[in-house]
Each structure stands twice: as C-alpha cells, then as structure tokens.
C-alpha cells in the first residue's frame, strides 16, 4: 500500500514538472516577463512540452557583443514590438474569438542557463524564430522564415505567417512612440523658430540666398546618391561583424543590391570632397587668384597671384584624384571583376 502511495506521488511529481502549463499558466508566466517568457534549462520543458494547448513562437538568440550577431541585434527590439504588441490586446494570450492561444518565448544564449534550450532544437546558428502548434511536441517544430528587410517589413511578415498558420485576424503591430527623438525635435523646432523671430532679417536674407539653397541642393544629391533613401526603406544594419568576431565589416563586397549604413556615410564623405574640390576649381580659385593680384599697398602682384593660383589648383586636382581613386575602389569592392584602378589603397 505504502509502495503505491509512494509510486502514485513520484509519478504525479514526474507529470507536473514535465507537462506543459495551461493557458492560465502561461498568461501568468507572460504577465510576470512582461510579454514575452524567458526560456531556461530548467523551464523549457515544462513551458513548451506536454500536452501542451497553445501555439508557441520562440525567439532563439544570441545578444551578446562577443558573438557578433548583428541580425540578432535588429532582431531583438522588433520581436519584443510584436509580442508586445499581442500582449496588449490578448493579456490572457487567447484570440478574439477565444479558439486560439498564442504566447511568445526567448532564449538569448547563456551557456549556464539555457544551454539545454538550444542544444534541444538543434540550434547551430542564430537567430531563428520556431512555431509550435498545440499538436506537436518539443522535438518537432516548424522554423519562420526571417525577411532580409529589417523594421516594420520584418515585422509584418512575421506576424502575417502566425495569421496564416493560426487562422486569427486580431493581430495588430504597435510601434512605441521614441519619445527621445519627438522631444528633440520639438526642442529644434522651437530653437529655429525663436531664432528665426530674433533675427528675421538675417534669417530673410539666407532663406533668399543662391549659395545656401545651392549648397542644400548638392547636399541633398549627396546623400540621396550615396544611398540615404535606400537605408530608411530597408532598415539596413549600421555595419556587419566577420564570423569569428574579431573584426568590423564596412562593406558587403559584390553585393550592389544591398548595403551597410555605415557605407553611406564613407560615400557621402567622398562626394562631399569631390564636389567640394570641383566647386574650388570654378569658382575659390579664381577668386583667389584675383584677391592676391594686388598687394597691400594696391601695387599688382602677378608672380605671387599666379604662384596661389598654382598652389590652390595643385592641390584640389590632387584630391580629386586620390579620392576618386577611392571611389573607383569602392566600386571594386562591390562590383566584383571590376579592373579599373586610378591609385592602389592599401587596405582596399
């Protein structure tokens, strides 16, 4: 008798700290993570196995410097933007309609304490981002593909496979308001406004000027040829990592269709260089030439004229090559074949 008591409640033991939770359980689990569950060694089990009555999204990570995971770093805020944003309308993780359960779940590796998560699905690579149905187990499961465009894209593409795979349509994605960057600019446009007020004539006057609006004009062609336009739609990542982490990588070579945005800022320098050579060419170095004309006490001085004029035309011809140099080296880098070179850089 005693041996069956004893054997009853080891096997009730087994059974509660290896099936899966309820959705009751699940919802606590969540409130107490603030959306989205932690995955541990000693959790894991319990949270995704069993007979288990809600749909699992699990977030495989790895967040840490020393990893170098640049899509791990893009990937983080956005998925807690969409287990958030489920967490707001379905505290308690259920549908609208109340049929369907879904709860969200993260492991960023730690080799003490989730280890085991990562080693139980097989996970060789990271990020990856898994669905689990109610029907099936903790070894079976079906991965999410991931959109190379980060940011919202990313975002609604994933929440549109959990709309399919699920059947839900009350799934909607809620951005938080950075609060930093709307105080900045209220702050900046009160600045201009208060400035503009104290000092309307100067401020007439710019708004009216040639070389302002002509400098704003090549600025802008600046950025938008550099490729500013194409990092704000794509959300693509500041700079990339090598695989063992030892280093950082500006520049995706062979790759024209795709960028780092820390490459925009290399070309944006090196158009502003060569148009500002280009303009001192035109326009600084005739004037200069025709401010040393004449010497302080007004008598002409055409030797030291001409010898500026030299020196000044010298140089920016010289910086136009070399950069441009760099700028063909550039384009080598991400036109693979490309055999043109005008100056070789060492470390391009």
Same mark, same amino acid.
């Given at each position: 008798?005693?041996?069956?008591?004893?054997?009853?409640?080891?096997?009730?033991?087994?059974?509660?700290?290896?099936?899966?939770?309820?959705?009751?359980?699940?919802?606590?689990?969540?409130?107490?993570?603030?959306?989205?569950i932690t995955l541990t060694n000693s959790n894991y089990e319990r949270i995704l196995g069993g007979q288990r009555e809600?749909?699992?999204?699990?977030?495989?990570?790895?967040?840490?410097?020393?990893?170098?995971?640049?899509?791990?770093?893009?990937?983080?805020?956005?998925?807690?933007?969409?287990?958030?944003?489920?967490?707001?309308?379905?505290?308690?993780?259920?549908?609208?309609?109340?049929?369907?359960?879904?709860?969200?779940?993260?492991?960023?590796?730690?080799?003490?304490?989730?280890?085991?998560?990562?080693?139980?699905?097989?996970?060789?690579?990271?990020?990856?981002?898994?669905?689990?149905?109610?029907?099936?187990?903790?070894?079976?499961?079906?991965?999410?593909?991931?959109?190379?465009?980060?940011?919202?894209?990313?975002?609604?593409?994933?929440?549109?496979?959990?709309?399919?795979?699920?059947?839900?349509?009350?799934?909607?994605?809620?951005?938080?308001?950075?609060?930093?960057?709307?105080?900045?600019?209220?702050?900046?446009? *009160? #600045? !201009? &406004? %208060?400035? $503009?007020?104290?000092?309307?004539?100067? @401020?007439?006057?710019? =708004?009216? +000027?040639?070389t302002v609006w002509g400098l704003g004009t090549v600025a802008i062609i600046v950025l938008w040829n550099a490729g500013?336009?194409?990092?704000?739609?794509?959300?693509?990542?500041?700079?990339?990592?090598?695989?063992?982490?030892?280093?950082?990588?500006?520049?995706?070579?062979?790759?024209?269709?795709?960028?780092?945005?820390?490459?925009?800022?290399?070309?944006?320098?090196?158009?502003?260089?060569?148009?500002?050579?280009?303009?001192?060419?035109?326009?600084?170095?005739?004037?200069?030439?025709?401010?040393?004309?004449?010497?302080?006490?007004?008598?002409?001085?055409?030797?030291?004229?001409?010898?500026?004029?030299?020196?000044?035309?010298?140089? *920016? #011809? !010289? &910086? %136009?090559? $070399?950069?441009?140099?760099?700028?063909? @080296?550039?384009?080598? =880098?991400? +036109?693979?074949?490309?055999?043109?070179?005008?100056?070789?850089?060492?470390?391009?």
């Open positions: 008798m005693k041996l069956t008591q004893l054997t009853s409640l080891l096997v009730f033991l087994y059974l509660s700290l290896t099936s899966a939770l309820s959705n009751g359980l699940l919802a606590k689990e969540v409130a107490k993570n603030k959306g989205t809600a749909y699992m999204v699990v977030l495989l990570t790895s967040t840490n410097p020393s990893i170098g995971c640049s899509l791990c770093m893009e990937l983080e805020p956005e998925f807690a933007t969409i287990s958030d944003s489920w967490y707001k309308d379905h505290p308690s993780g259920l549908s609208a309609d109340g049929e369907h359960a879904l709860f969200f779940a993260k492991a960023d590796f730690e080799p003490k304490t989730n280890n085991e998560v990562f080693m139980n699905f097989k996970v060789n690579n990271v990020p990856r981002v898994l669905f689990l149905s109610p029907d099936q187990d903790i070894g079976t499961f079906n991965q999410i593909n991931l959109p190379s465009e980060g940011g919202i894209t990313r975002m609604a593409a994933i929440v549109h496979t959990l709309k399919d795979a699920i059947g839900i349509s009350d799934f909607e994605i809620y951005q938080p308001i950075n609060w930093g960057s709307v105080s900045i600019t209220a702050m900046a446009t *009160f #600045l !201009v &406004a %208060l400035l $503009v007020r104290q000092y309307k004539p100067i @401020a007439i006057k710019m =708004l009216t +000027s040639k500013y336009m194409f990092n704000s739609i794509r959300g693509s990542q500041f700079a990339g990592m090598t695989q063992d982490g030892s280093a950082v990588v500006y520049f995706l070579e062979g790759q024209q269709q795709n960028q780092f945005g820390v490459e925009t800022q290399i070309i944006s320098v090196i158009y502003g260089i060569l148009a500002s050579s280009t303009v001192a060419l035109i326009a600084f170095v005739p004037y200069a030439k025709k401010f040393y004309s004449h010497d302080k006490a007004g008598r002409p001085s055409p030797s030291k004229a001409s010898l500026i004029e030299l020196a000044l035309t010298v140089s *920016f #011809l !010289v &910086a %136009l090559y $070399v950069v441009y140099s760099a700028l063909t @080296a550039v384009f080598g =880098l991400k +036109s693979s074949g490309y055999p043109f070179k005008l100056f070789r850089f060492p470390s391009i």
